[in-house]
């Protein structure tokens, strides 16, 4: 028997499944080769894990704690979305402002925002004054 054909066999044998005739050639080829008897061990070992672990009993509020941690990392995901859009929403903000001083800018060049002829400054009270004057003085 080769060794891929007892690798085949070996979960049935494993199982007891196997018709005599083979499993003596399986028993057989087992007692010689060791790679497939290091193989069958893993496979037992395998079944054992699985055994024991199957034997423990759930942990009941298992579910609730996974969800938990689940809408945890939505979370944070939602947080980190908004903290990379952050410098987005400043730069939009800054070239709006632009926009809108070149807006009025433009207003103002065609004539469709007149500049002061100076009736204003009656409404202004004594302490605005001396201000005013060193601004326009300059």
Do not use: W
């Amino acid at each position: 028997m080769t060794c891929k054909e007892c690798i085949d066999y070996l979960e049935l044998y494993q199982k007891g499944t196997l018709p005599d005739d083979t499993k003596k050639r399986v028993v057989e080829h087992l007692l010689e080769c060791p790679d497939c008897r290091a193989t069958l061990e893993v496979m037992q070992s395998v079944d054992r894990f699985i055994g024991l672990e199957k034997s423990h009993a759930p942990n009941t509020f298992l579910t609730s704690k996974v969800m938990a941690n689940i809408q945890r990392m939505e979370e944070k995901q939602k947080g980190a979305t908004i903290g990379k859009l952050r410098p987005l929403f400043f730069a939009a903000s800054v070239a709006a402002t632009i926009a809108f001083g070149v807006f009025i800018g433009s207003l103002y060049q065609n004539g469709a925002i007149h500049p002061s002829n100076g009736n204003d400054l009656v409404y202004i009270d004594d302490a605005s004054l001396e201000s005013i004057h060193q601004l326009t003085s300059e």
